[in-house]
């Protein structure tokens, strides 16, 4: 058995196909070892035509009534159709039901669902500045403000608690790769994540790996302007949307456990299947993989 310096392992379950099948990876996800189980935040997705999409935070309450011990969490919840009020609501909700297991990640969103959701796709720069307001304007509503104005969106009159008794702050990981992104997560994070950007799909490791230390400088430069220790901003990253792919056997997933932990993240994020069509063909190399780690 290998020691693993991480702190987190991480599975990526798209909300994909009828819940009585999706309920099967969770408990699979559990059993096997997984610290963490995310899923998807969309309105529609291209890599899904003609499936259906289920909706995030209610499939994360559908899991918690079926797991004991996992985290659960949105990688990630979108700034494109999220406001802060109603993301508030929710996330305490789930955070309430699976007893302070949630853990909510938020992003910019893609422009995919900003026209999915309004008819009209937006500019990078309009969803960089929603994705500000929504991270602020939610810690706003925790902190208990009755009102708060941003520079894209506001609330007013909220005459009820930020969240029930008892209940925490749920984690915020808060995900990004450029320098807008990573000011926020510096200043408001509990953990940042970044999976390179859509630049990386085709990069191998030579260069993959390269970018991503330059990104956790960057990650640790913004911190230190914020006056904020970097050790204290938990380092995430998912890896499986380019040629890095851990889940191509457990030779790879070792390796890529290795390469995170050398550049100084705490948890890595693999990518799952869909369980549509019965079991996924690579739940030997999780089995495996994890077998080994733990």
């Known amino acids: 058995m290998r020691s693993m310096s991480l702190s987190r392992l991480g599975l990526l379950l798209p909300p994909v196909g009828p819940w009585r099948a999706e309920a099967r990876g969770y408990r699979w996800a559990e ?19 003609g499936l259906w999409l289920g909706e995030a935070f209610t499939t994360l309450t559908a899991a ?20 802060p009020v ?20 938020v992003g910019m969103g893609a422009p995919f669902c900003a026209e999915a959701d309004r008819g009209v796709a937006e500019p990078v720069g309009e969803m960089s500045k929603r994705y500000a307001d ?3 304007g939610f810690r706003a509503v925790l902190d208990g403000a009755t009102e708060w104005q941003g520079d894209t969106m506001a609330f007013a009159g909220l005459q009820t608690t930020s ?10 990981l ?8 990573l000011a926020l997560a510096a200043a408001h994070a509990d953990t940042w994540n970044t999976y390179g ?29 914020q006056g904020r220790d970097p050790k204290n901003v938990r380092r ?59």
Not at 67 to 83: E, H, I, K, Q, Y
Not at 163 to 172: A, F, I, K, R
Not at 256 to 284: C, M, N, Q, R, S
């Open 86 to 105: 109603s993301l508030a609501r929710v996330a305490m909700t789930v955070n309430d039901v699976s007893a302070g297991r949630l853990v909510l990640g």
């Open 134 to 136: 929504v991270v602020r």
């Open 64 to 83: 918690a009534a079926i797991t004991d011990r996992v985290l659960l969490g949105t990688l990630v919840a979108s700034s494109t159709f999220r406001t």
């Open 31 to 49: 059993e096997v070892g997984y610290d963490v189980v995310y899923t998807a935040d969309h309105l529609t997705h291209p890599t899904y035509p």
């Open 197 to 225: 950007g859509p630049g990386t799909r085709d990069l191998d490791g030579d260069d993959f790996w390269p970018l991503l230390e330059r990104q956790v400088a960057g990650c640790e430069e913004a911190c230190l302007r």
């Open 174 to 181: 808060l995900a990004g790769h450029g320098p807008r992104s």
């Open 163 to 172: 969240g029930p008794d008892g209940v925490g702050s749920p984690e915020l």
């Open 236 to 294: 995430s990253v998912l890896l499986g949307f380019g040629r890095v792919s851990p889940t191509t056997s457990v030779d790879a997933y070792l390796a890529a456990v290795e390469h995170a932990a050398a550049l100084g993240f705490d948890e890595l994020i693999v990518y799952g299947a869909p369980w549509t069509d019965g079991d996924p063909p690579d739940l030997a190399v999780h089995e495996q993989a994890l077998a080994q780690l733990r």
